[in-house]
């Protein structure tokens, strides 16, 4: 698709529209999801950027937040719930159990989450920072505006 | 006379305008790609190999159709009470006598036990 | 309503509760619904999976999965040496990590014979009773949402980012903050966070205050909470459950004034218990519990003792940095720990601490190498969570919710 | 206490009093203790002994069962050495509800089979899992860490002696 007036004014159009309502779906494991979860209260404020709503149903989310370690029993499930998000999708990997397997190098925890999901933005720390999650919320939000309407790379 | 209604006319067309437009843009715009995966039933993650339709006792049918009794009552209070300066008494008495059937259906439906749930 | 007590436990111990399995026809006609609780759901309090099978709306019998957040964790430790273990104990149990370290410190310090200072004493009380606070106000923020007192979130996550704040002053870390290591403490109390911690305890009193004016009255949680989820004190003893599950049915049981450890018999504080065996009782005695903390940390603060917060056994903790540049031994010293780490005399030793959910524990079996042989985390959520089934029998839906709620499992902590 | 024929030693460690007990009569050892006054199982788990040097080990596998009194505050740590290819030994999950749980976790995660156990399946790993990983002879697992020379040694499966 050349880059007619359709894709450009039209792709800034949907592109802030997207960005500024990311729904995260609520995939709380581990220590990661309590400071998931201070970051959705009053003290670090994550409605300021539109992802409030944490919804429980895949159904109705785009964004998911792996908050946590990924043991090999819950591999299978996380990758269901993926799968089960409409599309447009991204991932955000919070924490270092959740992008590279973090403390625990052993037989039990999928080291990294992108093994079984393409991720879009990693946040290092052990639980990382409520600020962290927002610095990486504003990444994805820039990139979701640059992408418009053109579909992920 | 079709005057006074002109406003409601263009009010509805705002209406199916905004969602229709809503509707077909995200129709359009928004990608989808729709896999067997995608579309097995949620439940919590896990796929389900369990029926999901059971036959359901038939307290909930009777609950459901004694709402739907009283609310359809409720709807006719609106008229009513929009009018009731002009319908003085004829409209209180004629209102009364209405609440009163339905409270004598309400009395046998409690006395028989429609209402507990066991 | 259905009767809301469970069935009592000592008729059946070891049988199976389940009464009517998937497709039979249930009490009233309908069929009988499996129904996944599954792990990914926004009230189960982390990723515990629950197999419900439904006669309607009432629940004829519970089967919790665990496992879907199994780390590792005991086999992560038989590799790691003992210095380095403490990092990991911090995220078992991730609600309360002092309180781990504590146990894994206090297990070691056994085995080898040592005893630190009464400054490092108290400031173990200190972090314990604010990650005790931490992990009541993380229960009743969520437990609250669950039952729809949404504001209760920001209000209960309001203190525990002071709480944090704290951690962080103190050890540079929010939530894991490593700060009880074998030998005493990461780092002596700044002034700073004297300070800080000095204004918290004046104004925590007034916010348990708020949150029982939200809570304590209100119809719809005294509606949704009395009468659900029923232990009989029997039925938790045999159960084996500990903490708020067996004080919020009258035993007063507190492993803080049962078997002291690190101090406590010295402070005058009440074991926090109520009669009512149900959800409302076990807020009650979780909500006594917290103003217990605020008294022990009051205390604490008042009589922290000063002297050292390390213990001086040079085959233990490294010596100070600045020892380095001059003395011989001290290099030595702190080679030999930093490669090879120390050893621990053979034998096996058992601690309990009294956490957020109940009695955490540290079983260490040593083999005199510089590694453990094995480390076994007595885990108090695994075991309340064997209690759920017997108290949500034959209760509607909604009541599981709170009665989740009211186990207050960790699945970190439960899965290990 | 319990009869005397039943103990093959006993000691202190760390404390805590401690009580060898031949695995066949566990059950009846953990009954008699049970109404004698013992009566919450604190946890139940095993240790391996493999390539152990620090003692003379009867068996491969310690079965440990810690007890306490609520009344008197004792604790006492009851062992049980056991071998064999599933070593086996008898449940006490009817004596002791909490040690259902406990019994199942032992299995999935060392082998150990416990006859009469009501639903002895894994409980903490997947359920197709090969292997019990707290075995010293199962890798630690994970990744192999670059320029790491721990890595090889990250394994605490017994040395190539």
């Known amino acids: ?153 | 006379m079709l005057e006074s209604y002109v406003p409601i006319l263009i009010f509805v067309l705002i209406v199916l305008g905004l969602v229709g437009a809503l509707v077909t843009l995200s129709f359009v715009l928004g990608p989808s790609k729709l896999y067997k995966r995608k579309l097995a039933p949620y439940e919590s993650g896990i796929i389900p190999d369990t029926p999901a339709f059971r036959r359901l006792s038939v307290r909930f049918y009777l609950t459901a159709m004694l709402f739907i009794i009283f609310d359809v009552e409720a709807v006719f209070f609106y008229p009513w009470a929009v009018l009731l300066r002009q319908l003085k008494w004829f409209g209180l008495i004629e209102m009364l006598v209405f609440i009163g059937i339905l409270v004598i259906a309400l009395a046998h439906i409690w006395r028989k036990g429609g209402l507990d749930w066991e | 309503m259905a009767d809301r007590s469970g069935q009592s436990v000592t008729d059946t111990i070891g049988q199976g509760v389940t009464i009517n399995k998937s497709g039979e026809t249930g009490a009233f006609g309908g069929e009988i619904l499996t129904v996944n609780f599954g792990p990914h759901h926004p009230s189960t309090h982390g990723v515990l999976r629950l197999i419900v099978d439904l006669d309607g709306e009432q629940v004829r019998s519970l089967k919790p999965v665990i496992g879907y957040l199994h780390t590792g964790i005991e086999k992560q430790m038989e590799a790691l040496r003992w210095q380095q273990g403490v990092v990991v104990t911090d995220r078992h149990d991730y609600l309360s990590p002092p309180i781990n370290n504590l146990a894994y410190a206090l297990a070691v310090e056994r085995l080898l014979g040592v005893e630190v200072p009464p400054r490092a004493q108290a400031l173990r009380v200190i972090m314990s009773e604010l990650t005790r606070l931490a992990s009541h106000l993380v229960w009743m923020g969520t437990s609250g949402l669950e039952l729809g007192a949404m504001s209760m979130l920001m209000y209960c996550f309001r203190e525990r980012d002071t709480i944090m704040d704290l951690n962080e002053e103190i050890s540079g870390f929010r939530m894991h903050t490593s700060y009880i290591r074998p030998g005493g403490v990461f780092a002596d109390a700044t002034p700073r966070f004297l300070e800080m911690l000095d204004r918290f305890v004046n104004t925590m009193p007034s916010n348990i205050d708020e949150y029982e004016a939200l809570l304590t009255n209100n119809p719809i949680w005294r509606s949704r909470t009395i009468g659900v989820g029923r232990l009989s004190a029997d039925d938790a003893k045999v159960l084996g459950a500990t903490g708020p599950m067996l004080r919020g049915s009258g035993v007063a049981w507190d492993l803080r004034k049962a078997i002291p450890y690190t101090g406590y018999e010295s402070y005058d504080f009440e074991i926090a218990t109520s009669d009512l065996c149900d959800c409302y009782g076990r807020y009650l005695v979780r909500i006594k519990e917290m103003r217990q903390a605020v008294k022990i940390l009051r205390q604490a603060l008042d009589r922290l003792p000063d002297g050292p917060v390390n213990i001086d056994d040079r085959k233990v903790l490294p010596p100070p940095r600045e020892e380095l540049e001059t003395s011989m031994e001290a290099v030595i010293h702190h080679f030999k720990l930093f490669t090879e780490g120390y050893s621990v005399p053979p034998g096996d030793v058992y601690v309990a601490v009294e956490s957020g959910r109940g009695e955490n524990g540290c079983y260490i079996v040593s083999d005199g190498t510089h590694k453990p042989r094995r480390v076994k985390f007595r885990s108090a959520s695994f075991v309340n969570l064997q209690a759920l089934e017997r108290m949500a029998l034959n209760h509607m839906v909604a009541d599981m919710i709170a009665i989740i709620g009211t186990a207050d499992a960790v699945l970190g902590d439960c899965d290990r | 206490m319990i009869p005397e024929t039943l103990i093959v030693e006993r000691g202190v460690s760390g404390g805590d009093q401690w009580v060898t007990v031949g695995p066949a009569d566990v059950h009846d050892a953990l009954a008699a203790l049970r109404d004698e006054g013992y009566r919450l199982l604190v946890f139940l788990t095993c240790v391996d002994h493999l390539v152990d040097s620090s003692r003379k080990w009867p068996a491969r596998y310690e079965v440990v069962y810690q007890l306490r009194n609520m009344d008197t505050l004792e604790q006492l740590r009851v062992r049980a050495f056991v071998d064999g290819d599933p070593p086996r030994i008898d449940s006490v999950s009817d004596l002791f509800p909490p040690a259902n749980w406990d019994e199942r976790e032992t299995y999935d995660l060392f082998g150990v089979v416990f006859n009469g156990h009501p639903e002895l399946t894994r409980i903490l790993m997947p359920d197709d899992w090969v292997g019990h990983p707290l075995r010293r002879d199962y890798p630690v697992g994970g990744e192999v860490v670059e320029f790491s020379e721990e890595h090889e040694a990250w394994q605490t499966a017994p040395d190539k002696a």
Do not use: H
Not at chain 1, 45 to 62: K, L, M, N, T, V
């Open chain 1, 1 to 153: 698709m050349g880059q007619n007036f359709l894709t450009t004014t039209l792709g800034k159009l949907v592109g802030w529209g997207r960005g500024n309502s990311v729904w995260p779906a609520q995939f709380g494991l581990a220590c990661c999801a309590i400071e998931m979860i201070a970051t959705a209260t009053a003290g670090v404020d994550i409605a300021r950027f539109g992802s409030e709503a944490f919804r429980a149903s895949p159904r109705q989310s785009d964004l998911m937040i792996v908050s946590g370690r990924v043991s090999q029993k819950m591999a299978p499930i996380l990758r269901t719930i993926y799968d089960q998000m409409p599309e447009p999708k991204w991932v955000i990997s919070m924490g270092a159990c959740a992008s590279t397997g973090g403390v625990f190098n052993n037989y039990a925890l999928l080291q990294g989450v992108d093994k079984i999901v393409p991720v879009d933005v990693y946040i290092p720390g052990c639980p990382p920072r409520p600020e962290d999650l927002l610095n990486a919320l504003m990444i994805l939000q820039e990139r979701i505006k640059a992408q418009g309407i053109m579909p992920r790379q």
